[in-house]
Antibody
Framework: EVQLVETGGGLVQPGRSLKLSCVASGFTFNNYWMSWTRQAPGKGLEWVASITNSGGSTYYPDSVKGRFTISRDNAQNTLYLQMNSLRSEDTATYYC???????WGQGVMVTVSS | DVVMTQTPVSLSVSLGGQTSISCRSSQSLVHSDGNTYLYWYLQKPGQSPQLLIYKVSNRFSGVPDRFSGSGSGTDFTLKISRVEPEDLGVYYCYQGTHYPRTFGGGTKLELK
């Protein structure tokens, strides 16, 4: 069974940093692209970042480019999202996803507020 | 950016009835590899989104055949027949052809 478990969320002040983790199980992690998608409270879905299966290439929308960094540790079956210079508009539930995306984690809440 | 326009924004349906949701993209979603990366998701209240349809018309594992996807180019449709209580929630279309990846605004399916 594919499982994606996100951790690392919480309350953070504007301008500070936070790092999310996603531990994957139930599949061969290094065979798949992975991504992060977020959802602001009561709003729709927004793609945040993607990384190739090797980790050699990464992709971001303009809204987070230069502030967020996606990475992965294939030996540890773990995906990361380093978020710097956080803004109030980054407040959202962040989902770890596999592939298409075909599978989604349960999500982790990030609140950016003073 | 590719804009994904979903209509309607909300939908009221009777149990056992059928309905459809439209998703239109501002650019063709045909990838250079020949595939069309148009997906449909359902987000039930309090849950993560779940994949229903991938690449326009392929039902994901475990998705009942009451759900069907169709379309091409820039115009796509999700049809739901014999609506059941567990079908209620918000439906999203998504394009994985162009960067940045983009979602439709969502269609809320409610009971009449």
């Amino acid at each position: 069974e594919v499982q994606l478990v996100e951790t690392g969320g919480g309350l953070v002040q504007p301008g500070r940093s936070l790092k999310l983790s996603c531990v994957a199980s139930g599949f061969t992690f290094n065979n798949y692209w992975m991504s992060w998608t977020r959802q602001a409270p009561g709003k729709g879905l927004e793609w945040v970042a993607s990384i190739t299966n090797s980790g050699g290439s990464t992709y971001y929308p303009d809204s987070v480019k230069g502030r967020f960094t996606i990475s992965r540790d294939n030996a540890q079956n773990t995906l990361y999202l380093q978020m710097n210079s956080l803004r109030s508009e980054d407040t959202a539930t962040y989902y770890c996803t596999r592939g298409g995306p075909h599978y989604w984690g349960q999500g982790v809440m990030v609140t950016v507020s003073s | 950016d590719v804009v994904m326009t979903q209509t309607p924004v909300s939908l009221s349906v009777s149990l056992g009835g059928q309905t459809s949701i439209s998703c239109r993209s501002s650019q063709s979603l045909v990838h250079s590899d020949g595939n069309t990366y148009l997906y449909w998701y359902l987000q039930k209240p309090g849950q993560s989104p779940q994949l229903l349809i991938y690449k326009v018309s392929n039902r994901f594992s475990g998705v009942p055949d009451r759900f069907s996807g169709s379309g091409s180019g820039t115009d796509f449709t999700l049809k739901i027949s014999r609506v059941e209580p567990e079908d209620l929630g918000v439906y999203y279309c998504y394009q994985g052809t162009h960067y940045p990846r983009t979602f439709g605004g969502g269609t809320k399916l409610e009971l009449k």
